[in-house]
């Protein structure tokens, strides 16, 4: 790192570290502002960023309100998330900075300072985890998500067979493999730069997490049915149930953001879909859906959650939420749930999934619904995923994709079936 790259780390780190804002955000303002940055630039800036965020538990053990102490913050993040070692850093530091990392890295395997410090938790995610986990599941879970993810793309069916597009990958030397689960995975170790990839721009290729591939999956989508993603985002899973349908059916994508609906439709022109009907909505008690009521043979609910199982990829979060936050989104979850409910035909399926790692948000939101709706019976994902040759994947009657366990970002969900 340079000198120059280190002050403009420490500079985005000090907006980054009171976490007002989501840190993506930070970082794409701070760059559209200096736009003479290069890509080698950005790459450092993000990375040690980033870094800082992973392990900001043992950064603020040693240094009190860390974005007032930017550049320290930065060179921490170095030592610590990013491999560097002090004598690599001697044309960036004062003899005060050299004892300071020299502090920090003595005490880097200590974790004299609480199981918070060890898992990179902050304390309140411990304790409300600790209701659920043993502390070694927690430090495993915490340990997981300090590494960055890798890339996961999925190939479009409709288009490719992924035998044919791993080995197109392979052959232009990129260290691409197969997802252990998914059947339309690819991995990549190292994070490519796909937008201008002749496979990306042909829809052939999108970015998606093996996880998130599943759960489109578990609809069992089919040709001529009628599906709803109810809360569609960007529409990941919309295009992945589409291909699903070899484009035959209709699909429903429905959303409160005008801008994600949005941002879905050049992705649909890409990928050759044209059974997917976006459709921006003011709540899920709109009255347009109700035309719904009782037509749906697949209803898919990515509720809107917590996000702490992506914490690979937005360190982030795990600062911005709160015991408020998530006791807010529980009754959200709960009001959405009952509302895409009524959409389900008779022996119709209602998918219900998050990127959370909380019972809270998940099971016990889960049985709260059939408690309520004697008229749905649960489904077993196990099962499920068998009878569609995803091998070696059982976590039993819901899906828990673990992200020490299974390499993707943390995700549930249950398949419930309208009985009739």
Not at 83 to 96: H, K, M, V, W
Not at 187 to 198: F, I
Not at 337 to 348: P, R, T, Y
Request: hydrophobic share 40%.
């Amino acid at each position: 790192m340079t000198p120059a790259q280190l002050d403009h780390t420490a500079a985005v780190l000090a907006a980054m570290l009171t976490f007002k804002q989501p840190a993506d955000a930070v970082l794409s303002v701070y760059f559209r502002e200096h736009k003479k940055l290069g890509r080698q630039d950005r790459h450092e800036i993000a990375e040690t960023a980033f870094a800082a965020l992973r392990h900001y538990q043992k950064i603020s053990a040693v240094l009190r309100r860390p974005h007032a102490q930017a550049k320290p913050a930065a060179l921490a993040a170095l030592v610590l998330g990013r491999g560097a070692n002090i004598s690599q850093l001697s044309d960036l530091i004062n003899e005060e900075e050299r004892e300071f990392l020299s502090r920090l890295k003595s005490r880097k395997t200590e974790f004299s300072d609480g199981l918070n410090t060890a898992a990179e938790l902050p304390e309140w995610l411990v304790k409300h985890l600790q209701a659920h986990y043993s502390d070694e599941a927690i430090l495993a879970f915490g340990r997981s998500i300090s590494r960055p993810a890798p890339l996961d793309l999925r190939v479009n069916i409709a288009q490719a067979k992924r035998d044919k597009v791993l080995e197109s990958l392979q052959n232009k030397g990129l260290a691409a493999e197969a997802t252990p689960f998914s059947p339309w995975g690819i991995r990549l170790q190292d994070k490519t730069a796909l937008n201008k990839h002749p496979l990306f721009l042909d829809g052939t290729l999108e970015v998606q997490d093996e996880g998130s591939q599943l759960l489109a999956l578990l609809t069992g989508a089919k040709r001529g049915e009628m599906v709803v993603d109810f809360c569609a985002g960007a529409g990941g899973k919309t295009l992945a149930i589409g291909a699903m349908m070899a484009n035959k059916g209709r699909i429903y994508a429905f959303d409160i953001a005008e801008k994600r609906l949005t941002n879905l439709k050049p992705r649909m022109v890409r990928a050759g879909l044209t059974n997917i009907h976006p459709e921006r909505i003011s709540s899920e008690h709109d009255p347009r859906i109700g035309r719904l009521n009782g037509k749906a043979d697949r209803v898919l609910v990515d509720a809107p959650c917590s996000g702490l199982g992506t914490l690979r990829r937005n360190p982030d979060l795990k600062y911005r939420q709160s015991p408020e936050t998530v006791s807010n989104l529980l009754e959200q979850q709960h009001s959405i749930l009952n509302a895409a409910a009524a959409l389900v035909k008779a022996q119709g399926r209602l998918v219900y999934a998050t990127c959370s790692i909380l019972p809270e948000e998940n099971e016990l939101q889960v049985e709260r619904f059939l408690s309520e709706h004697p008229e749905f019976e649960l489904l077993d994902c196990a099962e499920l995923l068998r009878a569609a040759k995803v091998n070696g994947l059982n976590t039993g009657k819901y899906l828990r994709m673990d992200t020490a366990e299974h390499h993707t970002d943390g995700f549930f969900a249950a398949v419930m079936q309208r009985k009739g």
